[in-house]
């Protein structure tokens, strides 16, 4: 159900990006900080709903559903938000659109598998990505005005969630290229399949 706990910490993820938004829009250290601790509170419910729902067994569809949705939201939001606000060099552009490009891969690789009632399961690897992702989403998020603000400005905040990112884009590429390869897999299967069916039969 839509109001079961899991389900209702992945609509706080979709619930928290107006917030985002507003707050980082502020341009202003304090607001900075609450970009960050909203970001990096909505991205911990991603790990806490699946937990939650597999341990209270309340697995469901709708949240099968929404779960891959309201991480790409977020994502996207911050990954936007970071580029729109020019909080990202020229050079931290670039692992920024490898990630949406990748998300936009995986996304149509899923819609075209769920046709054909196959679903690509999340690998190990695939999870260091996302850690390292919202890590660096969070970090540029907070930026070196939050920094200072919290007292930490001898911390190059700025160059360390850049690196973060890269590294994020780094495993993107690698795990995109393994759902890729699975979708091509199931894609060839489906061809053969067919060119192997008598002229006439359904």
Not at 23 to 29: E, N, V
Not at 61 to 73: N, Q, S, V, Y
């Amino acid at each position: 159900m839509p109001t079961d706990l899991p389900n209702l910490l992945t609509l706080s993820r979709i619930a928290a990006i107006p917030l985002l938004v507003i707050f980082a829009a502020l341009r202003m250290p304090w607001g900075d900080v609450a970009a960050c601790v909203i970001f990096s509170a909505a991205a911990i419910t991603d790990y806490f709903d699946g937990k939650i729902a597999r341990d209270r067994k309340l697995v469901s569809a709708f949240g099968r559903m929404l779960d891959p949705i309201a991480d790409k939201l977020l994502v996207g939001a911050a990954l936007m938000l970071l580029a729109g606000l020019e909080r990202l060099s020229p050079l931290g552009l670039l692992p920024a659109i490898v990630i949406l490009l990748r998300e936009i891969l995986v996304s149509g690789l899923r819609e075209y598998l769920a046709a054909l009632s196959i679903s690509l399961p999340v690998t190990r690897l695939a999870k260091w990505k996302t850690g390292f992702q919202m890590g660096a989403l969070g970090t540029l998020l907070a930026g070196d005005t939050a920094a200072r603000v919290l007292g930490i400005g001898f911390l190059p905040i700025g160059i360390i969630g850049e690196t973060m990112l890269w590294i994020a884009a780094a495993l993107t590429l690698v795990t995109g290229w393994d759902y890729l390869r699975a979708g091509l897999r199931h894609a060839e299967a489906q061809d053969t399949a067919r060119a192997a069916k008598p002229p006439g039969r359904p």
